[in-house]
């Protein structure tokens, strides 16, 4: 591997950002005196939104509102659909969007006062719709904690996505939301590769941590299911029946799957990784990753970008069609409850 690769960071470029004028490249290093290499640490920025609470337009999606207490995220997952958004704030979608991060400390505050709104009626929001709500920032600064314990107060309805243990820390809220059908997390698992997950997810829990999460999580009555995504032809793509059955074992009791897609900056960011890590087998991958889109590795159409097209994507879809029926079949995840939700908190009189 080349001598400047950046050890535990997924993307290993700094992409270009459309929306700025000026930015610093390296198009022409055969002009520089020496090497010019950023050290990518992290830096934390802070931010103090007017909301946290946003609405979902897609129909892909089967939950209509999200909330983020971070922008970027540390895991590095090279194949983050994520990354795109960070270059609403002025950074790139590659090594800034895992170096850079973003945290919404009054994300709390902003939660109850949008469940206090007199128009509000309890639908269930999902933490996050779009970066990890327990990405290792998360440890010291307890947002994702506080929010949980704002939703238990007004006993409203949450689900959780997460591919990080740290989870676990929270079991003691979780428990009293899964009471009242409150609660249903989904475990993200991609790869029981390690070797694989290192390259692909370099700052995330390994595969075994997760499966012991999700053990956790069942042991106390918390609703928890297995997100296999996103699938990567020619990467992970065979590894769908091993992970539906580790996590049923563990006390998985429903399961979901995504294939690839590249959209914006993604789309150089993943290829600059496919070429350093899987040159091989770049030209394999890449092809099957544009025939799940029509000849495109990005896609915006609804319905087919996260299913994807095709030969590949029935084949995909057939193994994890089996896979789910072998290890899933009985099992499933009740609704959450919306009739639990105390406008006034738990200090009203009339809940």
Known sequence: MDSTYFKGRGAQIKSENKYLKNQYTTNHIEGLDEELLETPLTQIFHESPKKIVNKVNSPDLNFGYSMNPYQGCEHGCIYCYARNTHEYYGFSAGLDFETKIIIKQNAPDLLEKHLLQ??????????SGNTDCYQPQEKKFEITRKMLQVLLKYRHPVGIITKNALIQRDIDILKELAKDRLVNVMISITTLNEELRRQMEPRTASASKRLQTIEALAKEGIPVGVMNAPIIPGL???EIPNILKAASEHGATTCGMTVVRLNGSISKIFEDWLRKNFPDRFEKVWNQISELHGGN??????????AGDGQIANAIHQLYSIAKKKYFS??????????????????????
């Open 297 to 306: 590795v990005n896609d915006s159409v609804f319905g087919r970008r996260m």
């Open 118 to 127: 007199p128009t509000w009626q309890a639908v269930p929001i999902m933490l």
């Open 330 to 351: 009985g099992k499933g995840m009740a609704p959450l409850d919306l009739t639990q939700f105390r406008k006034g908190g738990n200090l009203n009189l009339f809940s």
């Open 236 to 238: 992970n793509h065979h």
